[in-house]
């Protein structure tokens, strides 16, 4: 039973376990969505008009590449300098380039199907294809059984017609089943013979099929018996066996398999994902483990994303702007003798957009943009992550001018020399690491390439890396606050249909997606993704035309604390717990200055184990007062204190609630400087798993649990006041949950009257208040 609370600032963090743990799992999930903006070669995008085929004549890489005219125009004409005179001349112009530049690439494009048909290519493939069917047809025609292209006769025919008549000059077996009968030239064949066959243009030829070779021998020899030929004169009989291709080459088949299939692999490991490795051919260095996995996206195809796609972040915009300018105009810096910066680093949360804003500044300088992951770089063999750093360095310089994102940096760019003693894996990121380094100074100033970085663990990096010449540009990229959520939902919104009521005017939809900002406060910009995503989803599981506001809530809920489990059946005793419990929370936030505004109760189970939830909205932060950690834990309290009045006995459910006020009591005592007896100290342990020795001796040790405790103690003396003052309140709202399962801020002001103090959330009265909101009474969610 927790209480959900968006907030993930590093104070705030302490109230949103539940939301903590449910965002690392969806973060996941969301990583496995296909990135709108981001298609792999041969995706076929199907909203395109005009048909582009480019065919590869090697076969290797054969994309259909469907674009439109419509599309490519803006782009041409942010490249052309001189729109007003002849612009489409040059358009025309610099189409005939790219083409130029494909057909040396060995890639050619056709405007039509026809044209296709009629080109060298369209002959090329046809040669082939016919040519293998050809070849297949003789190598398995071989395979037939010989002589069957010969009518066969009966046995009996062939003895009345031709051997009781002395036509038979030579008999050949064929194989142990068939029989040839050469005949004598002069024979008036009645159609079974032929003038060919395995004896080439000779004779004619008859031939039947035998079960056995020795009573076809026996019947031979009594049928000349019968005819009296004497023993010299009988027929000759000569054995033979033909075998196809296929019987020679079966033995060696596993052998063929096998080698292919090693050829297969190995092109794969060495071809890089996305072709930007280049094969470096089949058996190139240790199965091309070598080769650096970078994905690249290429102005033409794949990068489409530009700054107007990366909502807020505006500071971070401008920093990066200065990249973009430099790899649009390099001469304008070297001329002034300025250095050009060499890469920066793009820190923060995960699912800001810090992956989304290297892309779009890709788009926005048009030019080739590599992406590699940290962990790329990590292999079994030793030295490999060395030479992919050197040749993810050299593709980019061939390329240049181009950017190189390195995602997750921290994985090879965490300080050297630390944690040495805990194994040898790490003289390999090392390795890796100074190459990255030396890569990173061995760009000499005309080199036109960008190294930008993510990572969301700024301060374990090595400071090598930061230096200048480096990563001397340092962007951070904080979670969005409300104005920037609201910004990012404008974003993703545009991509939605929605119902038409919301999107009357810009002012409703300005109001939508101020009201869903408030609704959301910690989601960063992949959780808002995730979120309008699910809202769609939602809606077509409803076969809704369009997407309404409550898809929006329902989608809201359900990435903060999960899917709802309405097959998790409660025993009777059970939610009469879990919604005194509830109510324990609710009722204290009501009462608590310093809570933070209400949203929702219910307890219906959900997601990882929480049997019941409380919404609330916390505002965007940066400051917490002591008398605010005291009423958050208080209001976690308020479960547990609430079992203890109602019930004989307590249970497990808040286990949840104890460790977050355990957590916010250690905080303030520890580091924030909140108990008098310890005082202004800082105990900060940071990551407690590695450390052996505490910095502080037995006795603060001591003062610390004891201060620990009176804190949590403190709380939990006034939350039982608080809740036996208002007993017969936690009773009403405990049966409003019992009869609905779920209850909304408007049933709480219903049962226990308006809030005796203002909302200290700006967004949330802005946004969400009813008393601003006229259509308030229609958007409760239907989850209930
Ligand atoms: N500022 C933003 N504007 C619009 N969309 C955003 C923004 N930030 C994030 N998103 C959405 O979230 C998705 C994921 O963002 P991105 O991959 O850039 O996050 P990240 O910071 O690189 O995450 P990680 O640290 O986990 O790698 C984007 O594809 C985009 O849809
Ligand atoms: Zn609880």
């Not at 050829?263 to 094969?279: C, D, H, L, Q």
């Not at 040898?424 to 760009?443: C, I, K, P, S, Y």
């Not at 010449?469 to 606050?481: L, S, V």
């Not at 990551?687 to 052996?692: A, K, L, M, P, T």
Request: with cysteine; glycine share 8%.
């Amino acid at each position: 039973m927790s209480n959900v609370v968006g907030s993930r600032r590093p104070i705030g963090a302490m109230m949103c376990f539940t939301s903590r743990a449910v965002r690392s799992v969806f973060t996941r999930s969301y990583q496995v969505c296909p990135r709108p903006n981001v298609y792999k070669k041969g995706h076929v995008r199907e909203h395109r008009r005009l048909l582009h085929f480019s065919f590869n004549p090697n076969f290797k890489n054969t994309h259909i590449n469907l674009s439109s005219q419509d599309e490519k125009k803006p782009q041409h004409n942010k490249d052309n300098k001189s729109e007003g005179n002849g612009g489409k001349k040059e358009n025309g112009e610099e189409n005939e380039k790219n083409s130029d530049k494909k057909r040396k690439n060995g890639e050619q494009e056709f405007k039509s199907l026809s044209e296709y048909f009629r080109s060298k290519e369209f002959a090329k493939t046809m040669y082939l294809t016919v040519g293998s069917i050809v070849l297949f047809n003789l190598i398995t025609s071989s395979d037939k059984p010989a002589g069957a292209d010969l009518q066969p006769l009966t046995f009996q025919d062939f003895k009345t017609k031709y051997l009781e008549k002395g036509l038979v000059k030579r008999l050949y077996v064929v194989n142990k089943f068939l029989v040839e009968a050469e005949l004598t030239p002069q024979v008036d064949h009645d159609g079974n013979a032929r003038q060919s066959g395995f004896l080439g243009s000779g004779p004619p030829v008859v031939a039947f099929t035998i079960g056995s070779v020795d009573i076809f021998e026996e019947q031979m020899e009594d049928i000349q018996d019968k005819l009296k030929i004497t023993p010299e004169d009988r027929i000759p009989i000569t054995y033979v066996q033909r075998a196809s291709i296929f019987q020679y080459l079966f033995p060696f088949l596993p052998t063929i398999i096998l080698l292919g299939g090693l050829y297969f692999i190995t092109r794969k490991v060495g071809g890089g994902a996305n072709g930007a490795g280049g094969g470096g051919g089949p058996f190139g260095g240790m199965f091309g483990v070598n080769k650096s996995k970078a994905k690249l996206f290429n102005k033409e195809t794949d990068i489409k994303v530009s700054f107007k796609d990366v909502a807020g972040c505006n500071e971070a915009k401008q920093e990066i702007m200065e990249f973009v300018h430099f790899l649009k105009n390099p001469a304008k810096y070297t001329a002034l003798g300025a250095k050009i910066p060499r890469g920066a680093i793009l820190s923060g949360p995960p699912g800001t957009g810090k992956t989304l804003l290297a892309k779009a500044t890709a788009g926005e300088a048009g030019v080739p943009f590599l992406s590699v992951s940290g962990s790329e770089f990590v292999e079994m063999f030793v030295g490999v992550g060395a030479s992919r750093v050197r040749d993810l360095f050299e593709q980019a310089r061939k390329m240049a001018p181009s950017i190189i994102f390195v995602d997750e940096i921290d994985a090879i760019g965490k300080e050297r020399g630390k944690g040495g003693a805990m194994g040898g894996a790490n003289d390999e990121r090392e390795a890796t690491l100074n190459q990255l380094l030396v890569e990173m100074d061995g760009f000499s100033t005309s080199d036109q390439v960008v190294v930008l970085a993510g990572t969301n663990r700024p301060d374990v990096l090595d400071p090598a890396l930061m230096r200048p010449g480096r990563f001397d540009r340092h962007i951070q990229i904080d979670a969005p606050d409300v104005e920037g959520r609201k910004a990012i939902y404008l974003v993703h919104l545009r991509k939605l249909n929605l119902d038409k009521i919301l999107t009357k005017s810009d002012r409703e939809r300005e109001e939508l997606a101020g009201k869903l900002a408030a609704l959301t406060p910690g989601f960063a910009g992949a959780d808002i993704a995730n979120a309008c995503n699910e809202a769609a989803l939602i809606a077509a599981r409803n076969n809704a035309p369009c997407i309404e506001l409550y898809h929006f809530e329902q989608a809201i809920e359900r990435v903060i604390a999960g899917l709802e489990k309405k097959s998790r059946v409660l025993s009777p005793e059970e939610k009469k717990t879990v919604a005194y419990h509830e109510a324990g929370h609710a009722v204290c936030g009501w009462y608590l200055k310093y809570a933070d505004p209400l949203l929702k109760v219910s307890i219906i189970p959900r997601g990882q184990g929480a049997l019941g939830y409380a919404q609330y909205l916390p505002p965007d932060q940066y400051l917490i007062s002591e008398e605010q950690f005291q009423h958050r834990m208080i209001m976690a309290l308020g479960g547990r204190v609430s079992e203890e009045i109602h019930f004989p006995s307590v249970t497990s459910g808040a286990h949840d609630d104890f460790k977050k006020v355990t957590q916010m009591a250690s905080a303030m005592v520890c580091s924030l400087g909140m108990s008098p007896k310890i005082g202004c100290i800082s105990y900060d342990q940071g990551d407690v798993s590695f450390q052996v020795n505490k910095p502080f001796s037995e006795v603060t040790a001591n003062n610390i649990d004891s201060e620990v405790k009176r804190i949590v103690g403190d709380a939990h003396a006034k939350c039982e006041k608080l809740l036996t003052d208002n007993l017969e309140k936690v009773d009403k709202v405990a049966k409003e949950l019992l009869s609905k399962e779920a209850i909304t801020r408007e049933d709480m002001i219903r049962l226990l009257g308006p809030r005796p103090f203002p909302e200290r959330n700006e967004a949330f009265e802005k946004y969400l208040d009813p008393k601003n909101i006229n259509n308030g009474e229609n958007t409760s969610p239907a989850t209930n």
